[in-house]
């Protein structure tokens, strides 16, 4: 297993590229081969994966996230931190994809929430975010 940081990855395209510790290319990495959600894989977080040999180069497998918050002097929002409100410091979702990543979530919560209350919670997060610009209507 090899260790590196993730430098890029575009949840809606499904792929992106990590740097290996060990240096040398980045290495692609593709939504089908992460063992831990998509919405962990922001620039500078900590992930181990295996090095395999695709049509293209070098392709990450098995990927799992090793430290929880991003490696230090990395944000979420990249080098140019979070005081410059660039493109680049979220992704912004249709209302339809945040309302599935929501249902997702909610699915998975301990102790397990009836459909209705799932509904009500996903309706009321989404007229949030709505209220507040941070979806694409």
């Not at 692609?28 to 894989?41: E, G, R």
């Not at 922001?42 to 395999?52: L, Y």
């Not at 309706?123 to 949030?128: G, N, P």
Request: with cysteine; proline share 6%; charged share 25%.
């Amino acid at each position: 297993m090899v260790r590196g940081s993730i430098v890029s990855f575009d949840r809606v395209k499904g792929y992106g590229f990590v740097a290996p510790d060990s240096g040398g290319e980045d290495v692609f990495v593709h939504v089908n081969d992460l063992l831990d959600d998509k919405s962990l894989m922001v620039p500078g977080r900590v992930v181990q994966f295996s090095v395999d040999q695709g049509d293209r180069g070098p392709k990450a497998s098995n990927v799992t996230v090793v430290l929880t918050e991003p490696a230090h002097g990395h944000s979420a929002a990249g080098s140019a931190g979070a005081a410059d409100f660039g493109d680049d410091l979220c992704d912004v979702l249709t209302v339809p994809d945040l309302e599935h990543e929501l249902t997702e979530m909610l699915l998975h919560v301990d102790p397990p929430l009836p459909g209705s209350q799932i509904l009500n919670v996903r309706k009321r997060v989404v007229a949030l975010a709505q209220s507040h610009g941070w979806v694409d209507r």
